[in-house]
Nanobody
Framework: QEQLVESGGGLVQAGGSLRLSCVAS????????MGWYRQAPGKQREMVAVITSGEAATYADFVKGRVTISRDNAKNTVYLQMNSLKAEDTAVYYCNFKGYDSSGFRAKNYWGQGTQVTVSS
């Protein structure tokens, strides 16, 4: 079964930290580009961070220096370590998979169900 399952969201005070996790199943993880996106109420979904299969990372300007994306191919998991959180980081955070399904032939652009991050000021 193809799925992405996020966890680690929650309520945190401004200045605090959270680590989000996303576990992929039914998909070829090691060669995929994985990303974290977020969507705040009334706003469009936006990229937070992306990591390639070669572990090259790209970050949105608004999180640079505060966020680290990483991956563990042995666990089919991508992480987002978020530090120095701000109220404006409040959003639903989504995991994204761009790669191939378990057949290795069908390209997939897959989203998780999202995890809520709420930062209180």
């Amino acid at each position: 079964q193809e799925q992405l399952v996020e966890s680690g969201g929650g309520l945190v005070q401004a200045g605090g930290s959270l680590r989000l996790s996303c576990v992929a199943s039914g998909l070829i993880f090691a060669t995929a580009t994985m990303g974290w996106y977020r969507q705040a109420p009334g706003k469009q979904r936006e990229m937070v961070a992306v990591i390639t299969s070669g572990e090259a990372a790209t970050y949105a300007d608004f999180v640079k220096g505060r966020v680290t994306i990483s991956r563990d191919n042995a666990k089919n998991t991508v992480y987002l370590q978020m530090n120095s959180l701000k109220a404006e980081d409040t959003a639903v955070y989504y995991c994204n998979f761009k790669g191939y399904d378990s057949s290795g032939f069908r390209a997939k652009n897959y989203w998780g169900q999202g995890t809520q991050v709420t930062v209180s000021s």
